[in-house]
């Protein structure tokens, strides 16, 4: 029953460092994306895959990179992490379909300094 | 530029009384709005849906209400439970995609059940 999994849950890192945020899912969905979720900002693109091989960016994707080598893993990279990067992050999977939810990871909370 | 806007960041409400969350867009390509619901520490979980051919979705004690012409959205909790204490998100989803990878959310409103 795992859904949606996020690791770590918690990450400190200081400035210029990179690393990568895992997310994995078992439902087969198609679909996954990125968020981020900062005070008085609601939550944002990153970036999103529609498929194994295929990714796109999103509202905010600059600072970050991402791949889908197989349709249940999406890994975010920070490539030299700044301070603005500090957010809580979150990873949601989807069918290819509207009328389906978005399930949502528990969130990675990143804090760089 | 905010396209979804939840101008409340906090509301709050007796226990059984209706809890009412709104919720503008300005984006005229949104087609598909979704309510999200988030305790701390969790990621989101989804409560309820509504697409643009309809102005009305029920389930349960929620429902959804879509007035297009104002571009606006609304829940209704009836009735309140200490349980619904949690942070809201509106999200839209724009036209012509086949999934919601796409969602564009609101700023949250911090709903307190006051038992």
């Known amino acids: 029953n795992a859904g949606v999994t996020q690791t770590p849950k918690f990450q400190v890192l200081k400035t210029g460092q990179s690393m990568t945020l895992q997310c994995a899912q078992d439902m087969n969905h198609e679909y996954m994306s990125w968020y981020r979720q900062d005070p008085g900002m609601g939550l944002r693109l990153i970036h999103y895959s529609v498929g194994a091989g295929i990714t796109d960016q999103g509202e905010v994707p600059n600072g970050y990179n991402v791949s889908r080598s197989t349709t249940e893993d999406f890994p975010l990279r920070l490539l030299s992490a700044a301070p603005s990067q500090t957010s809580v992050y979150f990873c949601?999977?989807?069918?290819?379909?509207?009328?389906?939810?978005?399930?949502f990871g528990q969130g990675t909370r990143l804090t760089v300094v | 530029d905010q396209q979804v806007k939840q101008n409340s960041p906090s509301l709050s409400v007796q226990e059984g009384r209706i809890s009412i969350l709104n919720c503008d867009y300005t984006n005229s390509m949104f087609d598909y709005f979704l309510w999200y619901k988030k305790y701390p520490a969790e990621g989101p979980t989804f409560l309820i849906s509504i697409s643009s051919i309809k102005d009305k979705n029920e389930d349960g004690r929620f429902t959804v209400f879509l007035n297009k012409s104002a571009k606006h959205l609304s829940l209704h909790i009836v009735p309140s439970q200490p349980g619904d204490s949690a942070v809201y998100f509106c999200?839209?989803?724009?036209?012509?995609?086949?999934?919601?990878?796409?969602?564009?959310f609101g700023t949250g409103t911090r709903l307190t059940i006051i038992p």
């Open positions: 949601a999977s989807s069918y290819s379909d509207r009328g389906t939810e978005a399930f």
């Open positions: 999200a839209a989803s724009p036209m012509k995609l086949f999934g919601n990878e796409k969602l564009t």
